[in-house]
């Protein structure tokens, strides 16, 4: 078993999600930038959707998602070079803003999915999203509207 397979149980560490993130899960159709990163993030969103009861705590730089992406550098996400980092915590800034969370927040998965489905409609993902490669594909907001039940 992993790292990032964890649970709420006293003793445990909490899976760390950078924001945007919890958006990504919830569109999530096993596709990514690579094998391992697929690979990787589908087991967390095997063990999220599987235990809801699972301990997350909000990410400020990469987190258990990013750790096999071919894009991780020193210095975080440069998947658009230097300035991806700075891009991709512009987008955890606006999730974080739009769910009344701050980086270290630790909640359930549950948790996190009731802030989503009352907090974020699948229109705000033009904004928040707006630069990201997977928004034209259409999965988070297919995803944000099975949570909301409007699809």
């Not at 990032?4 to 958006?23: T, V």
């Not at 990504?24 to 809801?52: A, H, W």
Request: contains cysteine; hydrophobic residues 35%.
């Amino acid at each position: 078993m992993g790292s990032f397979l964890r649970s709420a149980s006293a003793g445990h560490e909490p899976m760390k999600l950078r924001a945007h993130h919890l958006i990504c899960i919830i569109g999530f159709r096993g596709l990514g930038y690579s094998k391992e990163y697929v690979d990787n993030m589908t087991k967390i969103v095997v063990q999220l959707r599987s235990s809801p009861e699972t301990l997350i705590e909000i990410a400020g730089k990469p987190d258990d998602i990013c750790s096999p992406c071919p894009f991780l550098g020193d210095k975080g996400c440069q998947e658009r070079g230097l300035e991806s980092e700075e891009v991709v915590r512009n987008r955890d800034l606006a999730v974080t803003g739009r769910l009344n969370m701050v980086v270290g927040d630790r909640i359930t998965w549950a948790e996190a999915e009731e802030r989503i489905r009352s907090s974020i409609s699948p229109e705000d993902l033009d904004k928040i999203c707006q630069d990201c490669q997977w928004l034209p594909l259409g999965y988070c907001v297919a995803g944000l509207k099975r949570l909301k039940n409007l699809g």
